[in-house]
């Protein structure tokens, strides 16, 4: 599933398109949602929210289109009437003057009053977007110190979206090796030290894969990489899908563990175990 980074990058994209132009078509798939296209049609586009891994479409008369991609949801950007080929689900069709913006496969749309959406449930439960520029690192060392979250495995607490929304597996990973500490350990037990070393990572790691498209190693480690001839996926990431391999670090190896269902990577030797 992507995550925040991922969805912000797509809005990004789809914002290009659409931000500040009239949709002159708005159709979705699904039967039940085919009568908003009418509503939307004809109306100026205000803005391309994310919250998490969520999708807000905003028009200026008051209403907003959420999508959440889930496991297999897909946006894509074209020239009016330049639909590419595909064996996907067109779900979400918004057409400008120039352009489309499409959306794939994707099985939670909806379509709300702007004023409503605190009262979506998806979008009532979750916390802060990790990549909304108010957000600090100060903000992250308070939540983590919160009774509802202070005694929560940080395995579990680095997926669960009401903790920080647009978290994901890739990112717990990444950012549980550069803090050095294992899954098992919980915020109650972290000094101030950590506390604050975690909450700066955490920022900091989401922000780079942001605007890296997703490498979460340091620049000086991608160069080094790229000087041994690696590409692509082989220089992305210090410990996520590398099992079996050198940690970057003490030359240990990277270990691939399941946690709460989900494949987590780690060093045993830098994030030991409690």
């Keep these: 599933m992507p995550e925040g980074p991922e969805i912000r990058l797509a809005a990004d994209a789809i914002a290009q398109v659409l931000e500040q132009k009239i949709a002159e078509r708005v159709s979705f798939s699904q039967a039940p949602m085919r009568h908003f296209g009418k509503r939307l049609t004809g109306i100026e586009v205000l803005e391309i929210e994310t919250r998490g891994k969520a999708m807000l479409t905003h028009f200026a008369h008051g209403w907003t289109i959420y999508s959440h991609n889930q496991l297999y949801g897909v946006w894509t950007v074209a020239e009016r009437g330049q639909i590419p080929p595909t064996g996907r689900s067109l779900r979400l069709r918004i057409t400008t003057a120039t352009h489309e913006a499409l959306l794939y496969s994707a099985s939670d749309i909806s379509v709300w009053p702007t004023a409503d959406l605190g009262q979506h449930p998806f979008l009532a439960r979750i916390g802060p977007d990790i990549l909304n520029r108010d957000l600090r690192w100060q903000d992250i060392a308070t939540r983590l110190r919160e009774p509802r979250f202070a005694n929560r495995q940080l395995g579990a607490l680095y997926l669960d979206q009401t903790f920080l929304a647009g978290l994901g597996n890739y990112l717990r990973s990444e950012i549980l090796f550069q803090a050095g500490l294992h899954p098992n350990l919980k915020p109650a037990a972290l000094s101030r030290g950590q506390i604050g070393q975690l909450s700066r990572i955490t920022l900091e790691l989401c922000w780079r894969s942001y605007h890296t ?38 030359s240990g190896v990277i270990d691939r563990i399941e946690f709460g269902t989900r494949r987590l990577y780690l060093c045993h030797n830098c994030q030991p175990e409690p």
């Design 213 to 250: 498209r997703g490498i979460t190693n340091p620049s000086s480690r991608v160069r080094k990489l790229q000087g041994k001839g690696l590409r692509g996926e082989q220089m992305r990431f210090a410990a996520f899908g590398r099992a079996d391999l050198d940690c970057y670090r003490c």
